[in-house]
């Protein structure tokens, strides 16, 4: 499956982005899917991920309450829902897919490019 993030740009603190994700290849449906992230000289961090079928989600913690995970299946599509956003937030967003959601946390399949998220203050 190859993948194609898009959504990022520049934010002031306390506002919101959506990030996408579109999907092409193989069934879409049959991947859980996660949103990566990795600031200036910090290693990449896992996000959020969800399920094929959508009914689990997963984040960490420090964005809990802040983001939404969410997918179409019919448009092949992930989305970040980013709200609150904080400096700290700053980041280039990644997304990944692999068929297991208890794998797509730790050891991708298949990245996409990353967009820039920058949050001022």
């Known amino acids: 499956v190859q993948l194609q993030a898009s959504g990022g740009g520049l934010a002031q603190a306390g506002g919101s982005l959506r990030l996408s994700c579109a999907a092409s290849g193989r069934a879409f449906g049959n991947y859980a899917m996660g949103w990566f992230r990795q600031a200036p000289g910090k290693e990449r961090e896992f996000v959020a991920a969800i399920s094929w079928g959508g009914g689990t989600t997963a984040y960490v913690d420090s964005v809990k309450g802040r983001f939404t995970i969410s997918r179409d299946n019919a448009k092949n599509t992930v989305y970040l829902q980013m709200n609150s956003l904080k400096p700290d937030d700053t980041a280039v967003y990644y997304c990944?897919?692999?068929?297991?959601?208890?794998?797509?946390?730790?050891?991708?399949?298949?990245w996409g490019q990353g967009t820039q998220v920058t949050v001022s203050s």
């Open positions: 990944a897919a692999h068929p297991i959601m208890g794998e797509v946390r730790v050891n991708p399949q298949h």
